[in-house]
């Protein structure tokens, strides 16, 4: 029940294309949902986060979607381009102190 | 600038020792954590830490040691009872240990066994 689970494994796009990696959770106790970027050899970012109340959050060319019936969420990369190349995880976390990340998604934008 | 160093950013251990990687931050968070990295896993919690003095163990803690002696130092032994410990090891902090979950993770230490 603490899974959250990712997908696809890995993704290639071209460059203009739209990206979109989805994932699933199954403790209907999460309440808070972000997304993290990580680039070879560097730690993961932070790069948008949403909460249950709202079904969806647009930030530039990334938008999550967020279906609480379905316990599912999904991040949209709009405008796909090359440095947008990376590892991308999913997590959830209820009110306590841990957050339970997906397997990741590496996305390979080809120019 | 304010963030998480991990020191040495590259390591190679042979079987049987122990080996301890750095994590020092001056973000003045309170809460700190380790990550074990592997392919096609995601990110594992190892140890977290809300308070100085204080840890608790994650989903993977056997094998690993840590301390909390400094707010700003969280640093991570791999011993050698450690089955598997060729991996990325990442450290992260967060300001309040009971806020909303926004990691900062440092640029993660990659641990190789010869």
């Known amino acids: 029940q603490q899974q959250v689970k990712q997908s696809p494994q890995s993704l290639i796009v071209q460059k203009g294309g739209i990206s979109i990696i989805n994932c699933a959770y199954e403790?209907?106790?999460?309440?808070?949902f972000p997304w993290y970027q990580q680039f070879p050899g560097k730690g993961p970012a932070l790069l948008i986060a949403i909460r249950p109340d709202v079904s969806e959050k647009k930030e530039g060319r990334f938008t999550i979607s967020f279906n609480k019936s379905a316990k599912q969420f999904s991040l949209h990369i709009m405008d796909s381009q090359p440095g947008d190349s990376a590892t991308y995880f999913c997590?959830?976390?209820?009110?306590?102190?841990?957050?339970?990340f997906g397997s990741g998604t590496r996305l390979l934008v080809r120019p | 600038d304010g963030g998480i160093t991990q020191s040495p950013k590259y390591l190679f251990r042979k079987e049987g020792q122990n080996v301890t990687l750095s994590c020092e931050q001056n973000l003045n968070h309170d809460a700190m954590y380790w990550y074990r990295q592997d392919p096609g896993q995601g990110l594992r919690l190892i140890y977290y830490s809300q308070i100085v003095n204080d840890f608790q163990k994650g989903d993977i803690a056997e094998g690993y040691s840590v301390s909390r002696e400094k707010k700003e130092s969280f640093p991570l032994t791999v011993t050698s009872a450690q089955k598997n410990p060729t991996a990325f090891y990442l450290c992260?902090?967060?300001?309040?240990?009971?806020?909303?979950?926004?990691?900062?993770f440092g640029a993660g230490s990659r641990l190789t066994v010869l």
């Open positions: 992260a902090s967060k300001r309040d240990p009971s806020g909303a979950n926004v990691l900062t």
């Open positions: 403790n209907t106790a999460f309440d808070y």
């Open positions: 997590a959830a976390s209820d009110s306590s102190y841990k957050l339970i």
